[in-house]
């Protein structure tokens, strides 16, 4: 399942790491306030499923990112830039200009693009060339063929082999939900 293109994402590893910390960490604070859906779900009638009822942060795989396709990235950018004043970074070369794509930051950020703010994500325009043919989240996941594997099951489609990001030192495979709207799961680590 492995293929030896690489894509587009940030050229910072600690993104997906630190976004992952960040989001377990808020998702953890606001399960503990008293007004929280947490907090309501502890008391849940007794007719919840256990599977709702075992949600935890640290259980879910959170969203960390999104691509946005174009087919001219220059008139993307600009649009981006100046309809909703994000700030856009310069091209991050890759070897097969294919997955050359530009950083978007949505959201005040640190200089690995982590945002300030909790629940905000930033990401990035990348050529409809890729395989990704409308607006995504990227999904974290531990494992990709257990991810893939638990997307068949639940009725979804795996549209892509893995593809290794040498720039993340991850690697993310592109999935379609039972409506077909298309994510991409992304696990960090050496492919």
Known sequence: ????????????PRLRALACLAMTTLL?????APGSSAAR???APANQTNEARAMTPESTMPVTWFSLPADDVEKATSFYRHA???????????A??????????????????NPSQPGRVNGCIVKRATGITT???????????????????AGGTV????????????????????????LELFRSGAP
């Open 1 to 12: 399942m492995k293929t030896t293109t690489e894509t587009m994402h940030p050229p910072h």
């Open 135 to 153: 607006p995504v989240v990227l999904i974290e996941v531990p494992d990709l063929d257990e991810a893939a594997r638990k997307v068949v099951a």
């Open 159 to 182: 549209v892509s082999a893995e593809i290794p990001m040498r720039s993340l030192n991850g690697s993310f495979i592109l999935v379609k939900d039972p409506e077909g709207n298309m």
């Open 84 to 94: 909703f004043g994000w700030q856009i970074e310069p091209r991050t070369r890759e």
């Open 96 to 113: 097969d200009d294919v997955y050359d794509y530009n950083v978007v930051v949505s959201s005040a950020s640190d200089r690995d693009f």
């Open 41 to 43: 779900d502890a008391r």
């Open 28 to 32: 953890a604070a606001c399960a503990r």
